[in-house]
Nanobody, 124 residues
Framework: VQLVESGGGLVQPGGSLRLSCAALGLTFSRYTIGWFRQVSGMEREFVAAIRRSRTTHYADSVKGRFTISRDNAKNTVYLQMDSLKPDDTAVYYC???????????????????WGQGTQVTVAS
């Protein structure tokens, strides 16, 4: 099983980025896919998740600015990030799990599979 993130980079405050998470080696449509982010020295933080039903969940800090979506035909989940702020600067990781219950979606320790991360830097 492999998850590969892409789309990170440097963007000015107020700008947008779209991250992608491509999955290999799993029955993608059965998986909940989550996005987490981490700043060096801090705990990994929940950002958003999408269940196989396409139900979405967001952290309060990104609600209304970020949109998570999935394309099962392409085995890919996207995170559209708009109105970016300097506080959004972090390494962003995607994670997958096929057995998550609703109450576990926001907890990084509950996910079995992880990508390598992609850096997002918001600065002028």
């Amino acid at each position: 099983v492999q998850l590969v993130e892409s789309g990170g980079g440097l963007v000015q405050p107020g700008g947008s980025l779209r991250l992608s998470c491509a999955a290999l080696g799993l029955t993608f449509s059965r998986y909940t896919i989550g996005w987490f982010r981490q700043v060096s020295g801090m705990e990994r933080e929940f950002v958003a998740a999408i269940r196989r039903s396409r139900t979405t969940h967001y952290a309060d800090s990104v609600k209304g600015r970020f949109t998570i979506s999935r394309d099962n035909a392409k085995n890919t989940v996207y995170l559209q990030m708009d109105s970016l702020k300097p506080d959004d600067t972090a390494v962003y990781y995607c994670a997958g799990d096929a057995q998550l219950i609703l109450s576990s979606i926001r907890f990084h320790a509950q996910y079995d599979y992880w990508g390598q991360g992609t850096q997002v830097t918001v600065a002028s």
